[in-house]
């Protein structure tokens, strides 16, 4: 019978043991499951190298937030997920995340292109084992929650790049336009000219930036 392996990345190692322990203990049709866990992106990239010399995974499940080093910038699943399209392009890459807004869902959309999207809150054991089977014959696999940021940020008919959404996203979470300068590579007066330009865009230009979170977030873009 054929074996599907499968790492799954999580920052909780409770986490990742129990999609081992269901995942083993299920029965698939023409295949079983063997799965490796880390919970580093360090390690993780690590078993991913070492896998494609041999039998690359055949799934990545990977979670957003990751365990870091002491030094060095900060590594996340979506950076890792960059790296494993590059390394192990035949592995099916699906992420398992609590974050459920529409920013960070598209973003990965984006930035990887995985065959699948999990909120945590909607995993369970029937879900885990009916994403493997949909990844293995006919992917793309997304629990309900991901599937409507989805096709809420298809059905807008706006075009913004991405400092624009950076922006957006920032206020959203209440970081004062002063400080977006730590996170955006934008200059003060730059970003304060383009959120001028995002209520006008939005059609708040005479409104506050709770009008313009408000309006965002029903456009799907936060």
């Keep these: 019978m054929k074996t599907v392996r499968i790492l799954a990345v999580d920052d909780h190692e409770m986490t990742t043991m129990g999609y081992k322990f269901i ?8 295949f079983k499951v063997k799965m490796d866990t880390d919970k580093s ?3 993780a990239r690590q078993k991913i190298l070492d896998s494609v010399k041999l039998f690359p995974y055949d799934i ?8 870091q080093n002491a030094d060095g910038p900060a590594k996340t ?12 392009p035949t592995s099916k890459i699906v992420f398992m995340s609590s974050f459920s807004d529409n920013y960070r869902i598209n973003s990965v959309m ?14 369970d054991q029937l879900s885990l084992q009916a994403m493997v089977k949909t990844v293995m014959t006919s992917p793309p696999y997304y629990t309900q929650k991901a599937l409507a940021a989805i096709r809420k940020k298809m059905a807008n008919d706006l075009s913004l790049d991405e400092n624009d959404k950076k922006i957006l ?8 336009t002063k400080d977006m300068t730590r996170y955006i590579s934008l200059s003060l007066p730059t970003i304060e000219n383009r959120k001028r330009q995002l209520k006008a865009l939005f059609g708040v230009e005479k409104q506050n930036d709770q009008a313009l979170i408000t ?5 799907g873009f936060i």
Excluded: C, H, W
């Design 23 to 30: 995942l083993e203990d299920s029965e698939f049709d023409g």
């Design 41 to 43: 992106f360090e390690g």
């Design 60 to 67: 990545l499940l990977l979670d957003i937030q990751l365990s």
């Design 77 to 88: 699943g979506e950076d890792l997920g960059i790296l494993a399209r590059e390394v192990s």
């Design 110 to 123: 984006q930035s990887v292109d995985p065959e699948g999207y999990m909120v945590k809150t909607e995993i």
């Design 169 to 176: 996203y920032y206020l959203s979470i209440g970081t004062k």
């Design 215 to 219: 309006e965002s977030r029903n456009r």
